[in-house]
């Protein structure tokens, strides 16, 4: 009986050891900041949540979806949703950082998820933005993303977080 609690702290911590095995590296982030944003380019073998085949932006691919950003992002951005006038995120967009994901739709298209942030709201969830995917419920427009379809240079899919 005394050999109990020994042989269940064994056996979760084998299964603990097995269980944390999994492939967590990847290629560096590429850290691409211009006097007109600011942006992390996560590669492909960044394990996060999204679904299909991931591929790696390019720069060029990203200067493309920020110019789309600066002109049609006011037009999705209506009704200016969980929105204050100081945080209208079109009016504001040189405030926001920008996380980069790339991946393949279900029809074979390119696809951006633009993750921004409010750069001045530096906390535990913001202070790590090159190294792992900013996830934060709620704060309203300091944290909202959009997605980016590359092939057909379209912004659609703008989501704003709530207030709290």
Known sequence: MRQFPTIIILIFW?????????????????????????????????????????????REDVEKAEVSLRLNLEKLNQPLVNQTPKTIIHKRLNKYKRQYFGYVDSSGQRIFLINCFWERRQNQFSINWLTERINVLDGGSYYWQVKFNIDKDELFDLQINGHG
């Not at 097995?18 to 600011?38: G, I, M, N, P, R």
């Not at 996060?48 to 085949?53: A, E, M, N, R």
């Open 14 to 58: 084998t299964i603990t050891f097995c269980l944390a095995q999994t492939e967590t590296s990847f290629v560096t982030v590429d850290h691409y900041k211009t006097k007109k944003f600011d942006v992390a380019i996560f590669p492909a073998n960044y394990i996060d949540l999204i679904s299909g085949q991931r591929f790696t932006p390019t």
